[in-house]
């Protein structure tokens, strides 16, 4: 249809408060959108175990979602989903480094199949169908993410900590709840949705993407690389404003539906605007 946007949203902080909690107004607007015939998904650092029942609650009828920041791409086959792209990559020297740096801190790995093996218990993580084992065993396959949980440690130790370690073979991302989020090397929300765009043929200048967190720049330079627009939320830190294009309002204000109601409605679309 002449006129359609490719819109991918996170999940947390930009269509969830922090209570998971729709933010103002985003249910409308995402079914304004869809009903116009707009393509609108979810691009999060969430697992798909995570993700799903806000595909379904906002009645989203795209064929492909982003989880993992990037890592796994989920494509919708008849009423199911199935895994369509998985990035992985050997744990076993990250695991290392930060082992020698945070001896106490407690860590999970996300499999190719999407199990996740845990040393301890993970706070604010769905760990439903995983595995609680060794250290040691979190290395044994390959896997499409690490993540690092040390409640002693704030952000910025986490900045120091990547620095000192040299973790450049490997992408990382640093939650707002301080949690370091590591995904195989060149990979993020960006990568994955360049994926996606290239196999729908949708129109790289037709893009929305918007987002609140650190693992959100990645997604806003694709955006911006092809000439779309990235939305950063108004509570997002400083350098995540700086990577997006333009401000909106916090998510607790319905930052989110005031952008998305900048696109165009279905009758304007309908006549090719």
């Known amino acids: 249809m002449t006129g359609t946007w490719f819109v991918a949203l996170d999940v947390d902080g930009t269509i969830l408060l922090q209570d998971e909690s729709l933010s103002p107004g985003v249910p409308e607007a995402v079914a304004r959108l869809r009903d116009a015939g707009h393509t609108v998904t979810i691009a999060t650092g969430r697992s798909w175990m995570a993700t799903r029942r806000w595909v379904e609650e906002l009645g989203l009828d795209a064929e492909y979602v982003v989880c993992s920041n990037g890592a796994v791409t989920m494509r919708r086959v008849g009423e199911d989903w199935e895994r369509w792209n998985v990035e992985t990559f050997d744990p076993r020297p990250v695991l290392s480094l930060l082992q020698e740096r945070l001896p106490d801190a407690r860590y999970m790995v996300?499999?190719?199949?999407?199990?996740r093996l845990f040393t301890e218990q993970l706070d604010?993580?769905?760990l439903d169908g995983g595995r609680r084992v060794t250290f040691e065993e979190l290395g044994v396959e390959p896997v499409s993410r690490v993540v690092v949980v040390s409640p002693d440690h704030d952000e910025e130790d986490f900045h120091r900590l990547v620095s000192d370690a040299g973790?450049?073979?490997?992408?990382y991302?640093?939650?707002?709840?301080a949690w370091l989020d590591i995904a195989p090397q060149g990979v993020d929300k960006g990568?994955?949705?360049?994926?996606?765009?290239?196999?729908?043929?949708?129109?790289?200048?037709?893009?929305l993407?918007?987002?609140d967190g650190r693992n959100d720049i990645g997604m806003f330079g694709w955006?911006?690389?092809?000439?779309?627009?990235?939305?950063a939320m108004g509570q997002a830190p400083a350098e995540v404003q700086d990577a997006g294009s333009e401000l909106t309002d916090d998510v607790v204000d319905g930052g989110l539906a005031r952008a998305l109601n900048t696109l165009p409605a279905p009758a304007q679309v309908s006549a090719g605007e």
């Open 110 to 115: 996300e499999l190719a199949s999407g199990q």
């Open 124 to 126: 604010d993580w769905t």
């Open 167 to 171: 973790l450049n073979e490997v992408s």
């Open 173 to 177: 991302a640093i939650g707002w709840t």
């Open 191 to 207: 990568t994955a949705l360049e994926r996606v765009r290239c196999e729908l043929g949708l129109d790289g200048e037709r893009i």
């Open 209 to 211: 993407v918007a987002g």
């Open 223 to 231: 955006a911006r690389t092809l000439g779309g627009r990235a939305v």
